[in-house]
């Protein structure tokens, strides 16, 4: 049903028709309907108009834009082609429910095209001024006008490379979307070819019915389907199958459209693969040509992994790779596109920036392992890009040894990781581990154990018996050969624990160096266990003091002081000390370089996302993986271990508030007199029950029995409530230290934000706080007061790595958060600026 709303007196049936026609435009549907007519009616007129009807020519101011209510109108864009002559490069029809001349509002600028009434028509035209002060009242209705998203997106294939934004605007307006799974056919031989395809991220492979066994496998960033004959017009047939190996997107457009655009760019056709009678494998040769990707490999398998990577255009100024993030992608520069280089020295200081030209090869140990990027790489603008993601390259394996077994796998495998390590870029083995407790983006760039001497000390006990059992095998060997196998057995098991003890104790402690933190580790086994972290952006100063002996065998005391008012962590007998405070110093330059980037980066971000000009490369060709479910059926004996000692099940993505209270055990430890001296009650009161039948004079013994047992069980309830309402809590802000007493008596509560936290060491000491894992947790903050003890917790080394967690998504917030705040000023300093510059 048609909504007519309500009309002034005297409104003519044409102002009601106009009302009615301008409430229902499809691209005004989320806007009130009287808005729409208070702002646009007195500015629009309904016209019916015969054809060939002249609206506007290009380049005409644009005064006002059409909607088309009934018939067609036909737009047409001319450019100049590249022999220099004028050229037609979009040639459509606009059917009803369309808004002929939307570019020139969107843009801001006069008539992109012409538009000419194909038989009779009736529009309504609308003054441009009205539908300004619309879009500014809803800017919301740019994107129903333009999907911007898929603008942006085709600005990065590369088959797109070099069109003007007004042509790909055209293009966009027609883009339909297909979502395909895998073993989905796109087409198949025979069938009317009308559309080429865009690969927005997935894998397809095209074969032919000749040659089943040739294949083409084209990725994300890929265009195929174009017809073998060169001309729109003619009803072309498929020849070949194309089918989705993969969850495959695909962008879809009209052939006709696709070769309309190519007669100002030619360029666009060859980089679409053609639809032939038969496929040779070679097809995307000519791409392969141009990037270094693993040339000594053969080229059947080098062609074979093209369609694995994804290949992108990156139209403009592009952030590839940070420095000192953990890689997960190759990324391949194509021969003549430029990308700007830049990175941090050994000892923190920035090298100077250069522009390198392909082809070029980034981070491919990041196939391999996880590793560390080395250097900051923006692309340039109009530069050619494939990536591999590491996952991506791991099918492409498998898809090889399915097809033609383990030795290919081998060879390719063995092929690649010569190359990574020929590069020199690999990082040794100690930077590749993966431990559970690094954060996201976290990785080690240095363990470090204390210095030989240290062992020594911690076997000094060991040391001194074996000795003392080597003096006495020689003495016994010259006087009494015959207890020399006494000797060694008694001696050897005397002497085995405390070698063993001593070793493991060594190797226990360590100090960690990550991109994020520094982490100290002491640890005694079944004994006591000490933990500290302090964040590299926190760290003011760090101490090397070596004496006499230390300088000597190369080892010292390395102190590390943060902003925190507690003691510093400090860490003896560490070997090589200078070296270590270099790299501690460097990783903290390169934290600090690191916010700075992102900082800038978030900036670009915020503007390219105000000028619609957003650039997000789809970073694989397969999806996403997700993790597998882990089994549930678990022996009784795991599951009451796992209960027993209470272990985190904190996940990133936890809750807002994550709650912990003090272990089980210590409610036991508190609640075990009550619970004795109940049970006692009770047992008395069974007793004298037994009693009452000879001697009916003690029922006074069992009401008091009752009395007293209420009391205890009051007592244990007080108890639990005490232990229950003592609680630790940090939240996506702060943290919290709440000491209450049930019944309201009394509460102490201690808050402190999460950006004043300095430093968190944890303890465990003694078997059992071990064996049942529980111990202490203290934060320090940059407060006055700003010791926070988290006491007892249960899994103290996930309570730390949950704040640490919580503190780095915090830092992110805040540096999102003031980017965002500069921002909104940008455009008032770029407005001021062009006056300024205007004026003089």
Not at 512 to 535: D, M, W
Not at 789 to 798: A, E, I, R, W
Not at 799 to 804: A, S, Y
């Amino acid at each position: 049903m048609t909504f007519v709303p309500n009309q002034p007196p005297g409104a003519s049936p044409d102002q009601s028709r106009l009302s009615a026609i301008l409430v229902e435009m499809p691209f005004l549907a989320n806007v009130d309907r009287e808005e729409i007519i208070k702002l646009l009616r007195d500015e629009s007129v309904l016209q019916d108009l015969p054809g060939g009807h002249l609206l506007y020519q290009q380049e005409d101011e644009a005064e006002h834009v059409y909607f088309v209510v009934q018939g067609q109108v036909r737009i047409t864009r001319t450019m100049t082609g590249p022999e220099g002559r004028p050229v037609t490069v979009v040639d459509r029809l606009e059917g009803q429910q369309k808004l002929v001349g939307v570019l020139a509002l969107l843009m801001n600028r006069r008539h992109t095209d012409q538009a000419v009434t194909e038989g009779p028509c009736t529009l309504v035209r609308i003054a441009v001024v009205a539908l300004e002060r619309l879009l500014y009242r809803h800017p919301e209705i740019r994107s129903q006008l333009l999907a911007p998203q898929t603008l942006n997106r085709l600005r990065t294939f590369p088959v797109m490379a070099g069109l003007d934004p007004i042509l790909l605007s055209y293009l966009a307006q027609e883009v339909e979307i297909r979502d395909l799974q895998a073993g989905q056919q796109v087409f198949t031989p025979r069938a009317e070819a009308k559309e080429i395809y865009l690969i927005h991220q997935g894998q397809v492979d095209l074969h032919s019915p000749r040659a089943p066994r040739q294949k083409v496998w084209l990725s994300t960033g890929w265009a195929f389907g174009a017809p073998r004959e060169s001309a729109a017009g003619m009803h072309a047939t498929r020849w070949c199958w194309a089918e989705a190996t993969t969850e495959t997107t695909l962008y879809q457009l009209p052939w006709s459209s696709v070769f309309q655009a190519a007669q100002g760019y030619p360029a666009m056709l060859q980089r679409i693969v053609q639809d032939t009678p038969g496929i040779t494998g070679q097809e995307t040769r000519p791409v392969l040509e141009q990037f270094p990707l693993f040339e000594p490999l053969e080229e059947r398998y080098r062609l074979w992994l093209l369609g694995f990577c994804s290949y992108h255009h990156i139209p403009q100024h592009h952030l590839v790779m940070l420095q000192g993030d953990l890689g997960d992608s190759m990324w391949l520069l194509a021969e003549g596109s430029r990308a700007r280089l830049s990175s941090l020295d050994e000892k923190g200081r920035a090298r100077p920036e250069s522009l390198a030209t392909g082809p070029l090869r980034f981070s491919e140990e990041c196939l391999i392992r996880p590793s560390p990027i080395p250097t900051t790489v923006q692309a340039e603008p109009g530069s050619f890009w494939l990536q591999l993601h590491w996952q991506d390259y791991r099918a492409f394996l498998e898809q090889v040894e399915k097809a033609e077994g383990r030795s290919a796998r081998a060879y390719i495998e063995e092929t690649i990781e010569r190359l990574v390590v020929a590069d020199a870029k690999a990082p040794p083995p100690e930077k590749q581990r993966r431990e559970p407790w690094l954060g996201e983006r976290e990785y080690i760039i240095e363990m470090r154990r204390r210095h030989w001497v240290a062992l020594l000390q911690k076997l000094s006990v060991a040391l001194f018996l074996g000795a003392l059992l080597l003096l006495l095998l020689l003495v016994a060997s010259f006087t009494r050969p015959r207890f020399v196998l006494p000797i060694l057995a008694i001696g050897g098991p005397l002497l085995l624990p405390f070698l063993i003890w001593g070793i493991v104790d060594y190797l226990n402690d360590f100090l960690i160096v990550t991109n994020q933190r520094i982490i100290q580790q002491e640890k005694v086994v079944l004994t006591s266990e000490f933990l500290r972290t302090a964040l590299l952006e926190q760290i003011e100063n760090i101490d090397v003091v070596e004496n006499f002996w230390g300088n000597l065998l190369g080892y010292g005391v390395l102190t590390v002081y943060t902003a925190s008012k507690g003691a510093p962590i400090r860490f003896d007998y560490v070997a090589r000390p200078q070296e270590l405070r270099d790299l501690i110093r460097r990783q903290r330059e390169m934290r600090r370089a690191r916010y700075r980037a992102e900082k800038r980066q978030d900036i670009q971000n915020a503007l390219e996302q105000r000028l619609g000009l957003v650039v997000e490369l789809p970073s694989r060709v397969l999806p996403r993986e997700e993790p597998k479910a882990q089994a549930t059926g678990q022996s009784w004996w795991r599951r009451f271990w796992n209960a027993l000692i209470m272990g985190s099940a904190i996940r990133a993505g936890a809750d807002e508030r994550q709650v912990w209270h003090k272990h089980w055990l210590i409610l036991l430890t508190q609640i075990l007199a009550p619970l004795i001296l109940l049970v006692l009650t009770l047992t008395m009161m069974v007793l004298g029950i037994g009693l009452a039948r000879v001697i009916p004079e003690v029922w006074p013994g069992e009401l008091l029995g009752a009395l007293v047992s209420l009391g205890l069980l009051a007592w244990m309830a007080w108890i639990y409530v005490d232990w229950r309402n003592d609680t630790y809590e940090v939240t996506a802000r702060r943290i919290i230290d709440i000491e209450k007493k049930p019944l309201f008596f009394a509460e102490e509560r201690r808050e402190a934000p999460l950006e004043q936290i300095q430093d968190i060491e944890v303890s465990m000491r003694g078997p059992v706080q071990i064996l049942l894992n529980f111990g202490h947790v203290r934060v320090r903050t940059a407060a006055t007061d700003g010791l926070f003890t988290f006491d007892y917790v249960p899994d103290p080394q996930g309570v730390k790595d949950e704040i640490h967690r919580r503190l780095e998504e915090w830092r992110r917030r805040e540096e999102k958060r003031k980017t965002q705040e500069q921002m909104e000023h940008l455009p008032d300093w770029f407005e001021m600026y062009h006056r300024l510059e205007a004026n003089k």
